[in-house]
C-alpha cells in the first residue's frame, strides 16, 4: 500500500537559515506528490505539486522541492527561513491507479529571531 | 479562497447527539476527500467520493458516513458523538490526478 514518511514531526530553524524538510513516499510506481502548508486555524494550501518530468519544482512562498526517483523522496527547501514560514508541513501523495491521496504525519516548522 | 466552501465553521454539540457537515467542492471538481484532524491522531482520511460514488475509504468509523449527491455537494454524518470526536474536518476537492483543494474546515466540539 502506498504511504508517506515525513522525518521529523518538529524542525526549529534561525531566520534567515535553510529550511529542510523531509518526506519519502513508498511506491513502485513514482505517484503525483504535493507539499501542503498549514497555518494556524486555517485550511491546508498547496505549496507545490509534483507531476512528471523537472525533477526540482518550485512553489510559492520561496519553497522549492527536489525529487529524487532513486530516494523515492521529495524533500521541501528554503534557502532563508522567515518568520512567516512558522507553520505545519503536509507532503501528500496520490497515486495514478486509486486517485487516493495519502498524507504524511506532518512537520511543525518553527523559526526562531 | 480555495473555492472550497464547508458549513458550519464552528459546531458544539453533546455526546450521543447526530450531525452533518456539509462540504461544496469547486466548480468542476469531481472528487471529494473527507479527513479529520485532531492533536493526537494528525490528518486522518476518512473517505472519497468520485462523481457520486465512493472511492476509496479510510479510517472511518462506522458511526460516521458520507455521500456525495448529484450536485457534487458532499455530506458527512457523525453519530453518537463521543468526546474523542472533538476535531477540524477538513474538505477537500479535486479533478481527476489533480491537486486537492482544500475548505476552511468545520470545528467540533463534543461535550
Known amino acids: 500500500a502506498q504511504s508517506v514518511t515525513q522525518l521529523g514531526s518538529h524542525v526549529s530553524v534561525s531566520e534567515g537559515a535553510l529550511v529542510l524538510l523531509r518526506c519519502n513516499y513508498s511506491s513502485s510506481v513514482p505517484p503525483y506528490l504535493f507539499w501542503y502548508v498549514q497555518y494556524p486555524n486555517q485550511g491546508l494550501q498547496l505549496l507545490l505539486k509534483?507531476?512528471?518530468?523537472?525533477?526540482l519544482v518550485k512553489g510559492i512562498n520561496g519553497f522549492e522541492a527536489e525529487f529524487k526517483k532513486s530516494e523515492t523522496s521529495v524533500h521541501l527547501t528554503k534557502p532563508s527561513a522567515h518568520m512567516s514560514d512558522a507553520a505545519e508541513y503536509f507532503c501528500a501523495a496520490r497515486s495514478y491507479n486509486t486517485d487516493k491521496l495519502i498524507f504524511g504525519t506532518g512537520t511543525r516548522l518553527q523559526v526562531f529571531p | 479562497d480555495s473555492g472550497v466552501t464547508q458549513t458550519p465553521k464552528h459546531l458544539i454539540t453533546a455526546t450521543g447527539q447526530r450531525v452533518t457537515l456539509r462540504c461544496s467542492p469547486r466548480?468542476?471538481?469531481?472528487?471529494v476527500y473527507w479527513y479529520q484532524q485532531s492533536l493526537d491522531q494528525g490528518l486522518q482520511f476518512l473517505i472519497q467520493?468520485?462523481?457520486?460514488?465512493?472511492?476509496a475509504k479510510g479510517n472511518i468509523l462506522e458511526r460516521f458516513s458520507a455521500q456525495q449527491f448529484p450536485d457534487l455537494h458532499s455530506e458527512l454524518n457523525l453519530s453518537s458523538l463521543e468526546l474523542g470526536d472533538s476535531a477540524l474536518y477538513f474538505c477537500?476537492?479535486?479533478?481527476?490526478?489533480?491537486?486537492?483543494?482544500f475548505g476552511q474546515g468545520t470545528r467540533l466540539t463534543v461535550v
Open positions: 467520493y468520485y462523481n457520486g460514488e465512493e472511492r
Open positions: 477537500a476537492s479535486s479533478a481527476q490526478g489533480a491537486e486537492a483543494f
Open positions: 509534483y507531476t512528471t518530468g523537472a525533477t
Open positions: 466548480s468542476g471538481d469531481l472528487s
